[in-house]
C-alpha cells in the first residue's frame, strides 16, 4: 500500500475549498441577505407604463434595483437571468396566464424559493390572497398606494392589515 505524503494531500484540499466556494458564490441565498444589498424586484405586468411608475417609486426609495417584464412569454427567462428576491406578477397577461408562469417559476429550481405577489385589477382589498391548484400567494389589488407596494416588496407576507 503506498502512502500519500502529507504535502501533496493537503496541497489538493484547497483547490477543492476554492472550487466549492466558487460553486456557491452564484447561488444566492434569499434569506441570507446582506444588510446594504438592495432588493432585487421583477414586475411582470402587460402595462408598460405601469411598470414604469412602479419602478421608479420602489427605485426612489434607495432599496431596490428592478427590473420590468410586458411579455409572460420572457417572464420565465427574465426571472432567471435577473434573480430577483421578490416577484410582482399580474394574473391576467394577454399573452400567458398568470397563474401559469406562477407554477413554471415555483417548478424552477433556482426561482422556487422567490415569493410572488400578484397584482390585479380582478383582485378585490377583502381577499389578500390569490389560491388556486398551484399554490398560494398574497395579493395586491390594483390600484394600491406607494406605501403598499413598498411595504410587498420588503416583506411579501400573507398578512390582511395592508390596503
Known amino acids: 500500500m503506498k502512502r500519500l505524503s502529507a504535502t501533496?494531500?493537503?496541497t489538493?484540499?484547497?483547490r477543492l475549498v476554492a472550487g466549492c466556494m466558487r460553486s456557491l458564490r452564484d447561488k444566492r441565498m434569499p434569506s441570507v441577505m446582506s444588510p446594504n444589498r438592495?432588493?432585487?424586484i421583477l414586475l411582470i405586468d402587460d402595462e408598460s407604463?405601469?411598470?414604469h411608475i412602479c419602478r421608479l417609486m420602489l427605485e426612489k426609495t434607495d432599496s431596490f434595483v428592478v427590473r420590468e417584464e410586458n411579455l409572460g412569454a420572457r417572464a420565465l427567462t427574465t426571472?432567471?437571468?435577473?434573480?430577483?428576491d421578490v416577484i410582482f406578477l399580474d394574473i391576467r397577461l394577454p399573452d400567458k396566464d398568470g397563474h401559469m408562469i406562477a407554477a413554471e417559476l415555483?417548478?424552477?429550481p433556482v426561482l422556487r424559493g422567490v415569493p410572488i405577489v400578484f397584482w390585479s385589477g380582478s383582485v378585490s382589498g377583502d381577499k389578500p390572497i390569490v389560491a388556486n391548484s398551484?399554490?398560494?400567494?398574497p395579493a395586491l389589488p390594483k390600484p394600491f398606494s406607494t406605501e403598499a407596494l413598498t411595504q410587498f416588496a420588503h416583506d411579501p407576507s400573507y398578512k390582511t392589515s395592508r390596503s
Do not use: E, N, Q, V
Open 134 to 137: 398551484h399554490g398560494c400567494w
Open 106 to 108: 415555483t417548478a424552477d
Open 49 to 51: 407604463a405601469l411598470t
Open 79 to 84: 426571472a432567471r437571468d435577473f434573480r430577483p
Open 12 to 14: 489538493r484540499i484547497p
Open 38 to 40: 438592495k432588493r432585487r
Open 8 to 10: 501533496r494531500s493537503f
